[in-house]
């Protein structure tokens, strides 16, 4: 499915050493799919170490074991180093990338290198990327029905990106991040009172460095300080009782005088942190498999795919997977790969015909359950073919792909854009299995849209705030959060025509997520 721009066709044309080799491993565990070309020790022992950092998150802040399928779980493709990455994720701005994250419905994805090279003491490491995206994650999933202000989002996030896991398997909390010292002790760029705003609106480079590092140092101040986590709490319950940002702060006292407590915090000598016995932490069963040829022939293709294309490299990575995928028309993986890039660039034929392989070979691929309905219903729109049967033909492919597995999302999310391709009114059915496609990913931003405004239009105004905020105060995404802030807006004033008119770009930026 095409879902970013920034690909670079360069890299398709010649594969790189490291993704075309033979040597790629698969490593699942309960939270982790895991692909890298490496030993099978070495990719256990990474996968473990994942793993690890998941169970000391849930141990430490006491939640529970995350009861979705393993279509929650977070697909990492582990590549030679940070050239390779950059390579993958564009030029220009990117250029200092070390590994990223793209949280999805359809399969969230996050890119990291093997090899880091020499970061120094003071550099951001791909762990300390990995570990951030993660968290939010985490908070996502298992945090999904409360408000929570950027500062908050973004401190938590560090607070356990430093993670430091030890030989003995224990996981230690609180360490700085150096990699932020620039701005850790500079009140200036973020005062507390603009640093708690919910929209704290455009930040320079500095000021946005400052809102993480700022916000890492006062939810560790919060977090370690006993006095003050009673403070945290009830500024939570102030945020999510529909209090202003000024008035929640109240919760810490004078404002003008927390900077200073925060610096006087962060200057300690030994700062406190919270460390998690290994003994305490079970990570579960990690299965290792070498790729079958077909999957390691096509893994340059699919991870274009799942890095993303445009409508200008789409032709180029359909072209490299028909090319790696041919000498396998059986093995499943390889025609799932070349069913998703033949979609991609518009090759509906070609993509139904290598979801039929796949099929052939696995009749339980949701995957090829789905491209198969995509490719027929994406004729229909582009034929324009309003024939209800063609319609509901194509759409049984999705009740297929729910039945194999009525815990991923994706198919519920297909089953309902199929009513929006066709320009008829979802049917209940349908809006209720929106509704629990984003209880299974909440993590998912434009998927909490379209389920408030599903909400909205059912007069549950409480429930679709709870999917908003997050949204609304997410400065990582802020063309979903413009819509979320427009929508809120609408509802504070008590407009619902207004709120579910702001609505209206979501379906298109659904759209341009599957471009971008």
């Known amino acids: ?17 490291d993704v075309a080799s033979a040597a790629w491993y698969q490593a699942s565990s309960k939270h982790f799919v895991v692909y890298a070309n490496d030993s099978p020790e070495r990719v256990k022992a990474y996968t473990e170490r994942l793993e690890r950092f998941d169970q000391a998150i849930r141990y430490w802040h006491r939640m529970p074991e995350d009861k979705r399928g393993p279509s929650a779980r977070v697909t990492i493709f582990v590549l030679s180093d940070i050239g390779e990455i950059q390579k993958i994720y564009g030029r220009g701005s990117t250029s200092n990338v070390a590994g990223f994250y793209d949280p999805r419905a359809s399969g969230s994805v996050a890119f990291t290198p093997r090899n880091a090279g020499n970061e120094g003491d003071y550099g951001l490491s791909a762990q300390a990327i990995l570990f951030h ?8 999933t298992n945090m999904s029905d409360a408000a929570f202000p950027p500062w908050f989002t973004e401190g938590y996030a560090e607070l356990h990106a430093t993670a430091i896991i030890k030989s003995d398997g224990s996981v230690q909390f609180g360490a700085v991040p150096r990699y932020r010292q620039w701005t850790v002790a500079s009140p200036m760029l973020l005062p507390a009172a603009k640093l708690l705003e919910p929209y704290p609106g455009k930040l320079d480079d500095d000021s946005r460095d400052a809102l993480y590092s700022r916000g890492w140092l006062l939810m560790h101040y919060l977090t370690f300080d006993a006095d003050r986590r009673k403070q945290l709490a009830a500024y939570i319950i102030a945020i999510n ?6 008035e ?12 200073g407590k925060m610096n006087a ?8 942190f919270n460390e998690i016995s290994g003994s305490e932490l079970h990570t579960g069963t990690i299965a290792v498999r070498p790729l079958t040829p077909g999957e390691a022939a096509v893994m340059p293709a699919l991870i274009a795919s799942e890095r993303g294309v445009d409508d200008k490299t789409a032709p180029t990575v359909a072209a490299l997977a028909e090319r790696l995928a041919a000498p396998f028309p059986g093995d499943p993986a390889a025609q799932n790969e070349l069913a998703e890039a033949e979609f991609d660039a518009k090759n509906y034929a070609a993509s139904e015909a290598a979801a039929d392989r796949a099929l052939a070979a696995d009749p339980k691929s949701v995957h090829a359950l789905l491209y198969k309905g995509m490719a027929q219903q994406a004729v229909l729109v582009r034929d324009k073919i309003s024939d209800s049967n063609r319609w509901a033909t194509a759409r049984r492919w999705y009740l297929a792909a729910n039945k194999v597995d009525t815990e991923n999302p994706e198919p519920l999310v297909q089953f309902y854009d199929s009513f929006v391709e066709q320009k008829e009114k979802p049917t209940a059915n349908a809006a209720n299995g929106l509704l629990y496609a984003y209880a299974l990913a909440p993590y998912d931003p434009l998927l909490r849209l379209r389920a408030a405004s599903v909400l909205i239009g059912r007069d549950q105004e409480k429930a679709a705030r709870i999917a908003l905020y997050p949204v609304a105060y997410n400065i990582e995404e802020s063309g979903p959060a413009e819509i979320a802030q427009k929508v809120l807006k609408a509802l504070d004033a008590g407009d619902k025509t207004a709120a579910l008119k702001a609505f209206e770009p979501t379906e298109k930026k659904a759209e341009d997520k599957k471009k971008a």
């Open 265 to 272: 915090w962060g200057s300690r000598k030994a700062m406190p």
């Open 1 to 17: 499915m095409i879902r970013k721009l920034w690909l670079l066709a360069s890299l398709l044309a010649v594969a790189s050493p």
């Open 133 to 140: 995206e993660y968290t939010h994650h985490f908070m996502l």
């Open 241 to 246: 009782s529909g209090k202003s940002a000024q």
């Open 248 to 259: 929640a702060g109240e919760a810490f006292g004078k404002l003008s005088e927390l900077d």
